[in-house]
């Protein structure tokens, strides 16, 4: 056995514990600079009471960008550029607070204020631009999630996208790991079902996809055995009822066990896909990822029947299958989920047309798909595609 493994520094996991945000921050710094991923969060009164906690425990705090959507080059250059205005050096500290758009998008501009041999983000994003590593440690960090799906604050990296050229592309380093991550699962209740759905989708195609990935590692693996199994009944609880604590619970824990296990051992096809997707179609990246769970499965279950079997039986203890019963039944569990909380079963209900596929075929080579257990060409991308109509 040989693996190395990387886990956020400080996780404060619990109803109710953004209460706790103003002293957990103390250790950062003096002031907060704060990045949010939603409107609500402003709307509902979390950024006020965020404010107040701060003040509560000595911390002075800006709030500089709330994002409403997928974080763009240009949103992280801005941002960073706001934000240099208003650094006063030591003592500042980020709060990056929201759904994965948010927490990237404060991800980003942590790294990007003490990193300045480019002035924009592009240049060092992967496969794209200049190809510059992030050097200098990035401003302090704390990252409270509000969506339970991407466990971007538990990951080294930051997604950011582009409309002229066209790209989604990951920043990252080992370094981007927020320093302390505060996860409230109570924040997530104002999440409407749809995007409760879609998001939660995400969290659970990450713990598959680590699971079976060619660079799957062994504690990722019993991480994501756990998730798996509280969030497949969950999700639906959390769907049906917003408010329900044991939905929102086992959800927000999932997701975040999702973020530590992509983190280490890479993700697959349907994480492959999913960019192109997002840039190409504007299909939020959750969903793009549920639609795609189904097939990413069928495709590697010739490689996978061992690790499919293993997950049915982990979710069912009961359950007296063959190996290749047990692997269809967890195909089938996978698809039943996405039917029971609205996902559609097609790409064609989503807008996708036949003229798209070749153009999303040559944008799906990132390093998600690099991580699926065998190799799938362009023609059998192209075919799974044309299925999925
Ligand atoms: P999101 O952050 O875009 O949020 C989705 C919607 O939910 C937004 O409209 C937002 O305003 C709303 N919202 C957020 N919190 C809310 C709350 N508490 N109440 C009401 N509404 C709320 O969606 P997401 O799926 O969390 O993040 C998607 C982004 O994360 C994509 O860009 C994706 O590529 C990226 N991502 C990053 C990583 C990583 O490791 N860094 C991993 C997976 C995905």
């Excluded at 998008?105 to 942590?110: H, Q, R, S, V, W």
């Excluded at 019993?222 to 086992?250: C, F, H, M, Y």
């Amino acid at each position: 056995m040989h693996y190395d493994f990387f886990a956020p520094p400080q996780i404060h996991f619990g109803w109710d514990r953004f209460q706790e945000a103003g002293t957990l921050a103390a250790s950062l710094g003096s002031r907060a600079l704060i990045i949010s991923g939603s409107r609500s969060l402003e709307t509902n009164g979390v950024l006020d009471e965020l404010k107040s906690l701060l003040s509560r425990a000595g911390i002075s705090s800006e709030h500089i960008r709330t994002i409403s959507h997928e974080p763009e080059v240009t949103d992280v250059d801005q941002v960073t550029n706001i934000l240099q205005h208003h650094t006063q050096g030591a003592g500042d500290f980020l709060i990056g607070i929201g759904g994965g758009s948010g927490i990237d998008l404060a991800k980003a501009c942590a790294a990007m204020i003490t990193n300045r041999e480019s002035e924009t983000v592009l240049d060092y994003l992967e496969g794209v631009g200049q190809g510059l590593q992030l050097k200098a440690k990035p401003l302090p960090l704390m990252a409270i999630p509000t969506t339970a799906g991407t466990g971007s604050e538990a990951t080294k990296n930051a997604v950011i996208s582009s409309y002229a050229p066209t790209f989604k592309k990951s920043l990252r380093s080992p370094e981007m790991i927020p320093d302390i991550i505060l996860c409230d699962p109570k924040l997530a209740c104002s999440v409407p079902p749809e995007i409760t759905a879609r998001t939660g989708m995400d969290a659970i195609t990450q713990l598959l996809e680590s699971y079976i990935s060619c660079r799957a590692q062994p504690i990722p693996q019993a991480l994501s055995l756990q998730g798996l199994k509280l969030a497949i009944p969950a999700l639906p609880q959390a769907v049906a009822d917003g408010n329900s604590r044991t939905g929102r619970e086992s959800m927000a824990h999932a997701a975040l066990l999702s973020g530590i296990a992509l983190a280490n051992s890479g993700l697959g096809m349907a994480h492959g896909v999913a960019p192109a997707l997002g840039t190409h179609c504007r299909i939020p990246h959750g969903l793009a990822c549920a639609v795609m769970l189904p097939s990413t499965l069928k495709a590697n279950r010739s490689v996978c029947e061992m690790q499919y079997a293993e997950i049915a039986r982990h979710l069912d203890p009961g359950l007296s299958l063959s190996d290749a019963d047990a692997a269809d039944s967890l195909i089938q569990q996978i698809e039943a989920l996405n039917a029971s909380i609205g996902i559609p079963a097609t790409l064609s209900e989503l807008g996708v047309t036949s003229e798209q596929i070749p153009t999303l075929v040559a944008d799906s080579r990132g390093n998600s798909m690099r991580g699926n257990p065998r190799e799938i060409s362009d023609d059998e991308l192209t075919g799974i595609l044309q299925d999925l109509l």
